[in-house]
Structures are given as structure tokens and as C-alpha cells.
């Protein structure tokens, strides 16, 4: 992982490329960050409303439960994309191009200049 919110193009030990150049590959992570957000969403906000039964704070519970919706998927994001990169593994297992040696541009290449 380079960052937080990219993924390196290949993994730096075994060179399994981590992206698998099709057009819309990402969208399945997308997919399951949306539904563990809504799902925690959804826990969070029933398990509010039955402890605080019968005076619910609404305003605290939607500034709170409206926070969570907004970090939730910012927390999950690059777990989400290995998450999905394992999924698509188990269904269509590798081939001989998906493990060649990785073409990363360098560092001069990607505009990171050395101290």
C-alpha cells in the first residue's frame, strides 16, 4: 500500500498485480465498502434507539450516526479493495500474467523527488 487511498500496482514480494487492468475492477470494492457502512449504520443506529428507549436524543444520534457514515467508508477503504482483490482470487484463480514482473514506474518517473 502507497497510501491510505492507493493501492501499489503490484505486491513488492511476490509481484502479484494488484490491479487487474479492466475497466470498472474497483467497483466490486466499492460495492462491499458501501454495505459494511450502511450494515455498521444500521447496527449502530438500532442498538441507540434500544438502549435510550424511550427518550432517544435524535439530534446526537443523527450528528453521531451521520459522522459514522462519513468515516466509516474513509476507515474501511484500502481493506475493502484487498478484501475484494481476495474474493476475485477465490473465483478466478491466477494466471501466468497476473504474478509477471510488475512495469512500476521509478522514482525520478513518479515526480518524488529524492532529499
Do not use: Q
Not at 11 to 36: A, K, M, Q, V
Amino acid at each position: 500500500m502507497l497510501g491510505w487511498f492507493s493501492v501499489a500496482p503490484s505486491c513488492p514480494s511476490c509481484g502479484l498485480h494488484l490491479d487487474r487492468d479492466e475497466p470498472g475492477y474497483w467497483i466490486g470494492s466499492y460495492t462491499i465498502n458501501l454495505f459494511l457502512t450502511e450494515g455498521f449504520f444500521a447496527l449502530v443506529f438500532g442498538v441507540a434507539i434500544w438502549i435510550t428507549w424511550p427518550r432517544v436524543p435524535w439530534t446526537g444520534l443523527a450528528i453521531g450516526c451521520g459522522a459514522l457514515a462519513i468515516l466509516t467508508p474513509i476507515l474501511v477503504f484500502p481493506h475493502t479493495k484487498l478484501l475484494y482483490l481476495a474474493i476475485d482470487l477465490a473465483f478466478r484463480p491466477l494466471e501466468h500474467s497476473d504474478l509477471a514482473t510488475p512495469h512500476e514506474r521509478g522514482i525520478h518517473e513518479s515526480g518524488i523527488k529524492r532529499p
